[in-house]
């Protein structure tokens, strides 16, 4: 296995699994393929793989349902890849647990930076109980000292064993989620913009002066959602994530 571990692409289309196979391969993973979904899903689980690119439209079934089973064993990075344009599916997609979301055509270069940017903020596993990153293996998360660890209200948030606590409880993140609570919680109260946050989830991919549209900004708002959900966030009377309309989000004042 190579440093950055196993990627495997779910993908029908002959010469579009060719195309990603390469560009993954030359990224640095070993790459497995699967031109079926149930046979994505089965490669994915008895590989353990770190990264996903996967094809919305399967001949068995969709992507959608692909990522749900594998969302119950892993935690894979995952990128959707679809010839549709529609914006329901980018957010059906973030809302089932995807890390990206990538339309067809795509650029080679603009894959690979992303899955780049993915690979460079590694991600506690809580499926499997290890720390997740590029470079040798690590026997157990890193410890951090105790001062470093970003505290508010009950939430402790770890930025290098990348694990989140709530009252004491392990919560499960995704890359995004993570990242944009890291964003919030290091703003101390600062109010951070929807484009400042599409930065904060795409990383280093997307330049200072990088277009962003609105499809970008709706895919933050679907991540804070999803990050409110998991917190069990009470939107009407926030106790981390307080929104600001027309502007963005942050973090809501200490409880006594």
């Known amino acids: 296995m190579t440093d950055l571990g196993i990627a495997v692409v779910v993908e029908d289309d002959d010469d579009v699994r060719n195309l990603l196979e390469a560009v993954l391969s030359q ?3 070993e790459v497995h393929s699967a031109a079926r979904g149930r046979e994505g899903v089965d490669v994915v689980r008895r590989l353990e ?3 996903v ?3 919305l439209g399967l001949p068995d079934i969709d992507g959608f349902e692909v990522l749900r089973r594998i969302r119950e064993f892993s935690d894979a990075y995952v990128i959707m890849l679809t010839a549709r344009t529609d914006e329901l599916d980018t957010l059906t997609a973030l809302h089932t647990g995807a ?3 990538m339309t067809k055509p795509f650029r080679p270069r603009e894959l690979r930076a992303r899955v780049a940017a993915m690979m460079r903020r590694p991600r506690q596993d809580t499926f499997r109980g290890v720390y997740r990153g590029t470079g040798s293996a690590h026997a157990g998360a890193p410890v951090m000292p105790q001062d470093s660890v970003l505290r508010h209200n009950g939430l402790e948030l770890n930025p290098d064993s990348r694990t989140v606590t709530v009252d004491g409880a392990a919560t499960s993140l995704t890359r995004s989620e993570f990242d944009l609570l890291h964003a919030l919680l290091k703003g101390a109260g600062a109010v951070r ?5 599409v930065r904060v989830v795409r990383g280093e991919y997307y330049a200072a002066d990088a277009y962003i549209g609105e499809s970008d900004e709706r895919a933050v708002e679907v991540h804070i959602g999803n990050l409110r959900r998991k917190l069990r966030e009470d939107p009407l009377h926030p106790r981390w994530l307080q929104t600001i309309r027309g502007v963005g989000y942050r973090l809501a004042p200490q409880r006594d």
């Open 53 to 55: 690119t996967l094809d």
């Open 49 to 51: 793989a770190s990264v």
């Open 99 to 101: 890390d990206d979301f």
């Open 193 to 197: 913009s929807k484009s400042e946050l």
């Open 27 to 29: 990224a640095g993973f």
